[in-house]
């Protein structure tokens, strides 16, 4: 089988890139061939016999918006050329003009403008209506895309459902939750001194404190730390908050922490680059995010054996059970989140419980799993009719793609 895949980057460090990464190698393990359209990609890739490297440059232009049409354009006027060339062509979204076989959505931007927690607005600054204009004309462009895809795949049920509510047929989607590395993210011996959180000297183990752990751009209101602060001062003086997040740019919370008197409970660790072993190292995820596509870090949480504290509005909650978790109808209800955190606190041996549970449920969602999925539906689309126009799309429109590409 020969498939082109298009998106910006082949990377691992790169949610979005490293599940095209997985999909790829995979595909390439299976004995397909592979033409890679993108701006960067892993070595690994770029060197395998069987993929065909196409550069599209990041380029100069100023803005996402500028540089996001500019990619799209090239690498449709490129698939324009060469599509007789393959069986398959897979893009992520709106990423190319063209037609697809597979569209996988990581994130709907009507979605996210329609969610309720949108935080910009038109006119109130430079920024704001930079990206409400962002975000407007891109939720326009994957509703093009969308409807010149012959199967729409979103990492989420929560995504599935803003995909249906751009008019999309429910029957061209199909949901495949994105994968999490089951080997790097996995329980292990705690390693709390190494990022200087208190526990690992303990004595006695009941003298232990507990540690949530909240990971996530602070600066964003949307992650919705506030929340968690506010929960945080509600609980006894055991249990701690390890924060993972840039503060390059200032730490809004700083203050707040402070005026509250938790200085001495929560630990603002920066950008950390060892995850997995802070993952090993505390007790609990707490993650009531306001609005999330599809949390590949609940995901690796949940591979390291912890129990996950999370909202209906964090794409990905459909994974969490009573057995792994708590999931919240609403991400602002903080005697909620109090009381979720203070029943799984309460009894160690619950605690581990939910910790074994979530372990066990992360089994099923590793990248293997996730690529054989995508490789069956490479197989059911490779050996169905030729192409068949979706449901209300016109005539009128694939002529104007192909002018357009």
Known sequence: MRIAIVTH????????????SEVARAALDAGYTLTLI??????????HPRVRWIEIPEGR?????????????????????????????????????????????????????????????????????????FNTLNAWLERWAFRRSRVIVPV????ADEVVAHGIDPASVHVIHNGVDIDE??????????????GDDAADASARPILMLFAGDIQVSRKNLDTVLLALARLPAHV????????????????????????????????????????RSVDLFVFPSRYEAMSLVMLEALSSGLPVITARTAGGAEV???????????PNDVDGLTGAIARVVAEPARLRG??????????????PSMCERYLALYRRLFASPAYQTPPGTTDAAHRNTGSIS
């Not at 980057?9 to 095209?20: E, L, P, Y």
């Not at 993210?185 to 208190?198: H, V």
């Not at 939910?354 to 990248?367: N, V």
Request: hydrophobic share 45%; glycine share 10%; charged share 20%.
């Open 240 to 279: 701690h908050l390890a924060i993972a997040a840039r503060l390059e740019n200032g730490n809004p919370y700083a203050a707040r922490v402070a005026e509250a008197g938790l200085d001495a409970r929560v630990h603002f660790l920066g950008l950390v680059n060892r995850m997995p072993a802070l993952m």
């Open 354 to 367: 939910m910790g074994h549970a979530a372990r066990e449920r992360a089994l099923s969602l590793g990248w």
């Open 185 to 198: 993210f996995k329980p292990g011996p705690s390693e709390r001194a190494s990022f200087g959180l208190p």
């Open 38 to 47: 993108g701006s960067r990609i892993d070595e690994s890739l770029r060197t």
């Open 9 to 20: 980057v082949f990377v691992r460090n790169d949610g979005q890139g490293r599940v095209n």
């Open 156 to 159: 989420s049920h929560k995504v």
């Open 320 to 330: 969490i059970d009573a057995a792994c978790g708590v999931v919240l109808d609403d």
């Open 61 to 133: 232009l100023p803005g996402r918006l500028l540089r996001y049409q500019s990619f799209a354009w090239r690498a449709g006027r490129w698939l324009a050329r060469h599509r007789h060339e393959f069986d398959l062509v897979h893009v992520n979204g709106f990423t190319a003009w063209t037609r697809a076989d597979v569209n996988s959505v990581h994130f709907v931007h009507r979605g996210f403008l329609h969610c309720g927690f949108y935080p910009f607005r038109m006119g109130r600054s430079a920024r704001d209506t930079y990206q409400v204009v």
